[in-house]
């Protein structure tokens, strides 16, 4: 969600002067962690709250949908769309060669992102059907849930996904069609909802912020800086 609460920050701070949000990445289960300790007002998630979570006063407000994206680099030689099937294999480490998909023969390098991402649990969720990531040598875990580096390891034969928010103005990656679809298509597979959380009760501050991005004026921010 990164794209999308700096989109909304600049937007609110326009329509506010003197306002000031102050956004980090740091992955959904952080920012709820953070949340709860009380060191952020607000947390960026792409998942549902937890039972536990909602017992502890947590609220979630819907912010917009987003899908995840497929991507493999600008220069990668393979030009086939995937199955859904093929892409569950790909990253369970049951497909791992490029020959397998309509490629070139050569090692498909698998750049998957740490288990505190809201992005990581929602394509194990959608994709993976809750079954495990695969653990085979060619499968490689970020340290950090950051996109940009995850788009610079992705080189000619790598692999990995990504909120489409976050990649749709990238010029140095690839969408992997799903099942003959784009990220952007109607009926894409790989769609989710992404909330914004706070602590009941709310400050003035986070009312504030959260009528904003729920209003006419909020939703069009999303559309117009994305």
Request: glycine content about 10%; some cysteine; charged content about 10%.
């Amino acid at each position: 969600m990164v794209t999308i609460n700096q989109n909304l920050k600049r937007a609110f701070e326009r329509q506010f002067p003197g306002t000031n949000v102050v956004t980090s990445a740091n992955g959904s289960q952080n920012g709820i962690a953070d949340l709860i300790a009380g060191r952020v007002d607000i947390a960026a998630v792409s998942r549902s709250l937890t039972a536990q979570e909602q017992n502890q006063g947590l609220m979630a407000v819907s912010v917009t949908k987003d899908a995840i994206a497929l991507v493999v680099g600008k220069a990668n030689p393979c030009n086939q769309g995937l199955t859904s099937t093929q892409v569950a294999d790909i990253f369970q480490g049951k497909i791992n060669n490029w020959s397998a998909v309509g490629g070139n023969s050569g090692t498909i390098r698998v750049i998957n992102r740490p288990a505190i991402s809201g992005t990581h649990q929602a394509f194990q969720e959608m994709v993976l059907k809750g079954a495990n990531f695969g653990t085979t040598s060619n499968i490689a875990t970020l340290p950090r849930d950051a996109t940009t580096p995850l788009l610079q390891a992705l080189g000619t034969d790598g692999i990995g996904y990504a909120t489409f928010a976050q990649v749709a103005n990238q010029q140095t990656v690839r969408f992997v069609p799903i099942d003959g679809l784009t990220p952007d298509a109607t009926g894409y597979l790989y769609q989710r909802q992404l909330f914004y959380v706070y602590k009941n009760p709310a400050s003035p501050g986070v009312q504030a912020f959260l009528g904003y991005v729920t209003s006419p004026q909020g939703q069009q921010a999303i559309i117009l800086e994305n």
